[in-house]
């Protein structure tokens, strides 16, 4: 069935370690793998996605990595910072019964603890 | 080019109303998705809205529906509100909705039903 599981629910590092959150999804047609940002209040925000014709891809200190075979991705983020304190979502699409729509973790509050 | 916006921005309803949701994407995308987002259940697809229809729908009771206009904008309504209706409804957009496009979210709707 449709799925995608996050973990963890709850990150906490210390300023200037990195952190990583891993999602597993389980649609194998799924190629497009968004990561998401969402500060307390606000909306959601892109931060860095992946295509499923590349392994991993890297945005200054984010990177996201996909294994296909596995069907996992990850998000690292190295060198926290306190700004990066916020709810991280991942998502997979997904057709189901003739309906296409995106799934999404069910999210990693980070807190970098300076 | 200005970001989703969504209206209202917060409302206060009593069970058995009923209420009527805004969106209007990015000027360009015929796009536009509605989700609910709980701390219990996380971000769920309600449904998707390109070009007036329908075209993808979740698995949300049909007391929820919604609409599209010729200018992409997008309504969403809710009848026979409920105490677990409450939640912050986010409406998504972008060109036009295939699998490797990235979702642009509006702030967002927070509805309190009481």
């Known amino acids: 069935g449709e799925n995608v599981e996050q973990h963890p629910s709850t990150l906490s590092v210390q300023e200037g370690d990195s952190a990583v959150i891993k999602c597993t999804y389980s649609?194998?047609?799924?190629?497009?793998f968004p990561w998401y940002k969402q500060e307390l209040g606000k909306r959601p925000q892109l931060i860095i996605d992946?295509?499923?014709?590349?392994g991993e891809k890297k945005d200054q200190r984010i990177a996201v990595t996909l294994n296909k075979t596995a069907k996992h991705f990850s998000l690292h983020i190295t060198e926290t910072q306190p700004e990066d304190s916020a709810v991280y979502f991942c998502?997979?699409?997904?057709?189901?019964?003739?309906?296409?729509?995106?799934?999404f973790g069910t999210g990693t509050r980070l807190k970098v603890l300076a | 080019k200005a970001g989703v916006t969504q209206t209202p921005r917060y409302l206060i309803k009593t069970r058995g109303q009923q209420v009527t949701l805004s969106c209007s994407p990015i000027?360009?995308?015929?796009?536009v998705s509605w989700y609910q987002q709980t701390p219990g259940q996380g971000l769920q697809f309600l449904f998707e809205?390109?070009?007036?229809?329908?075209?993808n729908k979740g698995n949300f009771p049909g007391r929820f529906s919604g609409r599209q206009f010729s200018n992409s904008r997008s309504e969403m309504n809710v009848s026979t509100l409920e105490l677990g209706d409450s939640a912050l409804y986010l409406c998504?957009?972008?060109?036009?909705?295939?699998?490797?496009?990235?979702?642009?979210f509006g702030p967002g709707t927070r509805l309190l039903v009481l």
């Open positions: 809205y390109f070009s007036e229809t329908q075209r």
């Open positions: 992946i295509r499923s014709n590349v």
């Open positions: 000027s360009g995308h015929r796009s």
């Open positions: 998502a997979a699409p997904t057709t189901t019964s003739g309906t296409y729509k995106y799934i």
């Open positions: 649609d194998s047609a799924s190629n497009y």
């Open positions: 998504a957009s972008s060109w036009t909705g295939n699998y490797q496009e990235t979702q642009y």
